[in-house]
């Protein structure tokens, strides 16, 4: 029979309902308030860590402590939102990154292991156990942040729920000035494009809507898109802080899915139909232009995001495995000792649904005239139903072989 750990005082229950009623309790809140100290005292000294130059570190189990922490840099969230905490190892190990845990952490996982397994560059996630968060906490009473005083942002909330590790991410958000740069050279804005009209694909199936304003009804967050220049040259797009947000239908007769869904097909018809001046292309390319300081990409860039939308929705057409996704994400939480919260919120119906109108859209595609990557490269084509709970080999998803994949048809994007 399973058991569900209280995080703050241990007891284990037999359930999450009793699990959740423990540590909301008086006695468990007042244990926490007597053990709580602040993270970051503002009588230590700022600390100094130059994020241009971070390397990332390896978030496996056992890793990070092997260095300890030599100081923090807290990264403020948004509304509602308690931000990450990004700690430089000693040793010039490298960063790792922590986010407190959430309500929606389960989502973000599951997000992580579902993106990666489509091919997109995104920081691999570990669900921390709670002897693990402790032990993270309780170096961080002692290490200096950037900013005097931020560490004080550990609240209860996320010494409740725990709390996930995350890869550092490299590169400059599209806000950046030198993004404008990036997209103004011809040789590197394709591959730009193509990675960022990929994500979007991806991004219609979860229906996150956090990041574009590609078929959504607002600006969404610009700063969820990372771009990297490697050492060899190569562009890199990362897709990070990435959720499912499920339409759920309050009745038979609601059909909110069904709207979603036209809005998805409609997308994606634009694309085949190579419209640059469609809804979804005039949409991103103003937002592309506004968040770049000015720079307009043009119908060239347009056509880039066009195709690099259409091999995501061909991607998402050849995987058949979100259940997997799903087992991965709750075993993940469960042996964590989180139990379940959250999981609710995953609904792999919904993604089916979208999936299969993402498949009969793109079956309209022109086969022979439509660009494809090359099939030895890690690119969307080859995202598989045995790709979902496995991590990518460094061969196959590196860097170096993305480099190699754009220099075939359409481009593509691959794991971290």
């Not at 058991?3 to 309790?25: L, V």
């Not at 600390?47 to 300890?68: R, V």
């Not at 103003?286 to 307009?296: E, L, V, Y």
């Not at 087992?327 to 089916?352: D, Q, R």
Request: charged share 20%.
């Amino acid at each position: 029979m399973p058991e569900f750990p209280c995080a703050i005082c241990g007891k284990k229950w037999p359930n999450t309902f009793q699990m959740r009623k423990c540590y909301t309790s008086k006695e468990c809140q007042s244990t926490l308030d007597a053990n709580t100290k602040n993270v970051s005292s503002s009588d230590r000294p700022a600390y100094k860590l130059d994020l241009a130059s971070a390397t990332t570190a390896n978030i496996d189990l056992h890793e990070w402590n092997k260095h300890g922490i030599d100081g923090a840099h807290h990264s403020a969230g948004g509304l509602g939102s308690l931000g990450v905490f990004l700690l430089n190892l000693k040793n010039d190990a490298g960063v790792i990154v922590m986010k407190q845990g959430s309500s929606s952490s389960a989502s973000e996982y599951f997000c992580s292991v579902l993106y990666k397994a489509l091919k997109v560059f995104t920081p691999k996630m570990r669900v921390l156990e709670d002897k693990e968060f402790k032990q993270i906490i309780t170096q961080l009473e002692d290490v200096c942040f950037t900013t005097p005083g931020a560490g004080d942002s550990l609240q209860s909330r996320g010494r409740q729920r725990g709390a996930v590790l995350m890869e550092f991410c490299n590169g400059v958000t599209l806000k950046h000035p030198s993004v404008s740069g990036i997209l103004a050279d011809d040789s590197k804005a394709e591959s730009v494009l193509k990675q960022f009209g990929y994500i979007i694909a991806i991004d219609m199936l979860t229906n996150n809507y956090d990041r574009s304003c590609a078929i959504w009804d607002h600006d969404g967050n610009a700063n969820n898109i990372m771009i990297e220049e490697t050492a060899d040259g190569t562009m890199v797009v990362h897709a990070i802080d990435q959720a499912m947000s499920a339409i759920i239908e309050e009745d038979a007769t609601s059909g909110r899915i069904d709207g979603y869904c036209d809005k998805v097909r409609g997308a994606l018809e634009e694309a085949i139909a190579g419209n640059v001046d469609g809804t979804m292309s005039n949409k991103l390319r103003k937002w592309i232009s506004t968040n770049t300081g000015g720079c307009d990409i043009g119908n060239s860039g347009i056509k880039h995001i066009h195709a690099g939308l259409l091999d995501g929705a061909i991607a998402v057409s050849l995987f058949h495995e979100f259940s997997m996704v799903y087992e991965s994400t709750s075993v993940s939480f469960h042996e964590a000792g989180w139990g379940v919260p959250g999981l609710e919120t995953l609904n792999v119906p919904f993604l089916e649904t979208v999936a299969l109108v993402m498949a009969d859209t793109v079956a309209k595609i022109d086969r022979n005239k439509a660009a494809a990557p090359d099939k030895q490269a890690p690119g969307p084509t080859t995202a598989s139903a045995t790709d979902a709970p496995q991590e990518p080999s460094e061969e196959k998803d590196s860097p170096s072989a993305m480099s190699q994949a754009s220099k075939g048809k359409g481009g593509c994007c691959v794991v971290v």
